[in-house]
């Protein structure tokens, strides 16, 4: 039964790095391509930024929940009651 308390520090860990990096990977993507749209129509870069900003807080949000939900998995681990006292 111990093994089912390290395997949920691990999903955890995962949850939260994996979710991590895609959503640096996703943020850094769409920089670069609001830039390279920015450069080629000087004229769309307030409304490019603005849908760029609110992609970013969902991005930002999306990575926000899942660290909320792998923290509320370790902390309210049903494994943890069936442990040797």
């Known amino acids: 039964m ?3 308390v390290g395997f949920v520090a691990l999903a955890a860990g995962l949850i939260i790095g994996l979710g991590a990096a895609g959503a640096c990977i996703g943020i850094g993507i769409m920089g670069s391509r609001f830039l390279e749209a920015s450069a080629r129509q000087p004229e769309l ?3 490019l930024q603005t849908k760029m900003f ?3 807080g969902l991005i930002d949000a999306a990575f926000i929940i899942g660290t909320g939900i792998a923290l509320w998995y ?11 006292k």
């Open 74 to 84: 370790t902390t309210a681990n049903p494994f943890l009651s069936s442990l040797p």
């Open 45 to 47: 870069m307030n409304t």
């Open 54 to 56: 609110l992609l970013v």
């Open 2 to 4: 111990e093994q089912m």
